[in-house]
């Protein structure tokens, strides 16, 4: 079946403008998380929703980030007033629980000039 | 704070020869672990999980080792392939919560 996808998958926004990314998962999980990975570094936790559960958000790094998740199915994640600090691929993944493993997409580049 | 750590950034092998990749962690509260595989341009996908009740899984040519005393696990792949070659991340979580925390990966390169 289709694994998770995620769009756009490239996208290069200038500072102070708000970008949109999107992640459609696996038919059927209930767990999806967003993750950063920046350039050097390991895959940073963001956000958590589980079913219909109020979404664990101990992981945005700030209050210019926020995420939702329509009809326990698609996901978007919203970066206000981007800074160039924000660069790096996000990354979503689902999973059948969450504490299953989890099936990543490919990923978006962001880029902010 | 980096609570799982990968503390070497590359790798390379001999096709054929065993790679062993390892991972510390720092939070004894840690439970479950898991190693991810990552092609450039792709997200990556999953290997092999353990969780704290064993010290030992395998599966093909992958096995995983879990030291919770040392707080050190670590994955060999035996034998080595070139289509082995990619970013391996491992990975932790606790039982009481939803994240899981990577390392920052090791690129591995197995040479023909």
């Known amino acids: 079946g289709a694994g998770v996808s995620q769009s756009p998958s490239n996208k290069v926004t200038e500072k102070g403008k708000d970008v949109e990314l999107r992640c459609d998962p696996i038919s059927g999980h209930t767990a999806l998380y967003w993750y950063r990975q920046s350039l050097g570094q390991g895959l940073e936790f963001l956000i958590y929703f589980q079913g219909n559960s109020a979404p664990d958000k101990s992981g945005l790094p700030s209050d210019r980030f926020s995420a939702e998740r329509t009809g326990g199915s698609v996901s978007t994640l919203t970066i206000q007033r981007t800074q160039q600090e924000d660069s790096a691929v996000y990354l979503c993944?689902?999973?059948?629980?969450?504490?299953?493993?989890?099936?990543f997409g490919p990923g978006t580049r962001l880029t902010v000039t | 704070d980096q609570q799982v750590k990968q503390n070497s950034p590359s790798l390379s092998v001999q096709e054929g020869r065993i790679s062993i990749l390892n991972c510390d962690y720092t939070n004894s509260m840690f439970d479950y672990f898991l190693w991810y595989k990552k092609y450039p341009a792709e997200g990556p996908t999953f290997l092999i999980s353990?969780?704290?009740?064993?010290d030992k899984n395998e599966d093909g040519r992958f096995t995983v080792f879990l030291n919770k005393s040392a707080k050190h696990l670590s994955l060999h792949i035996v034998p080595s392939q070139p289509g082995d070659s990619a970013v391996y991340f491992c990975a932790a979580s606790k039982n009481t919560g939803n994240q899981f925390y990577f390392g920052t990966g090791t690129s591995l390169t197995v040479i023909p």
């Open positions: 993944a689902s999973s059948f629980s969450g504490k299953t493993e989890q099936y």
């Open positions: 353990i969780s704290s009740i064993k």
